[in-house]
């Protein structure tokens, strides 16, 4: 008991639990985004069928979505103390600081982890809101899938990106996502204490090669969906 109160109340114990949490959310992101390529098909069947796929899961989904919600704030939380533990401790900030070789960790992600994560939050609310609790099939948004009745969730995402206000916004959160991947990613190696002088490159490359892969890989759907189905209805 003892160790796990040492992980909620020290330094170390925090930023373990910011690494390991937000490594937990790239792997939900990268199965996020696996199960929006569906999108790019020509109907709507495939995002439809598996869209019911989770729903089927019942009580199973649940859970997951329970603990993404607690590792969403899990993360959410240790990013703020960790972050105002680090001011208190060194009221001057590194603004001018230069890398001693290898890759620079200093960069506009790096200084700004906070506001690209408060930027992050208030977009997950909005989006939650819109696609996750938007309209129902009691709204009508229904859709018959080989001879089955689901809910129409394809219906939802593309009235959302015919609009081309719901394009631009999404567009712009993905790329403080972007920002915010590329430098959490390495930061979280390092919280881990996974990083040594040898693997410090590849690392970062390939926290690097995530950031830009999610980021476009989310950033492109909008776009997509906006030029395709015939952009520019009420915008
Ligand atoms: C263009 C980009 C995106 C699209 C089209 C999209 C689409 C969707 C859709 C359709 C749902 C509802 C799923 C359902 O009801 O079964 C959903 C849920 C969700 N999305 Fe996204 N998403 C995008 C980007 C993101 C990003 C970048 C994040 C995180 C930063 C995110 C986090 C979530 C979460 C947490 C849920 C709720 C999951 C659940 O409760 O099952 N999404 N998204």
Sequence with gaps: MVPLKRLFSSTLGRKYLMGASGMALVLFLVVHLLGNLTLY????????TYAAKLESL??????????????????IITAFQVTFSSKV?????????????????NTIGSRNMIVTGVVLLVFLVIHICQFRFGPEM?????????????HDLYRVVVEAFVQVKWVAFYVSCMVFLGFHLRHGYWS????????NH????????????????LAFGFLFIPIYI?????GGGNS
Excluded: C
Excluded at 41 to 48: E, L, Q, R
Excluded at 58 to 75: C, D, P, S
Excluded at 138 to 150: I, K, P, Q, R, S
């Design 41 to 48: 098909a020509h109907s709507g069947d495939a995002i439809n």
């Design 58 to 75: 019942g009580v199973g989904l649940v859970v997951l979505e329970v603990g993404l919600a607690l590792t969403i704030l899990l993360h």
């Design 89 to 105: 401790a060194r009221p001057i900030q590194y603004s001018n600081a230069k890398s001693k070789g290898g890759p620079t960790k």
């Design 138 to 150: 009691e709204d009508g948004y229904t859709a018959t899938v080989n001879g089955v009745m689901v």
């Design 188 to 195: 979280a190696f390092q919280s881990l204490g996974l990083i």
């Design 198 to 213: 040898r693997w410090s490159k590849p690392i970062y490359a390939l926290g690097l090669a995530i950031a830009v892969l």
């Design 226 to 230: 906006y030029a395709t189905q015939g």
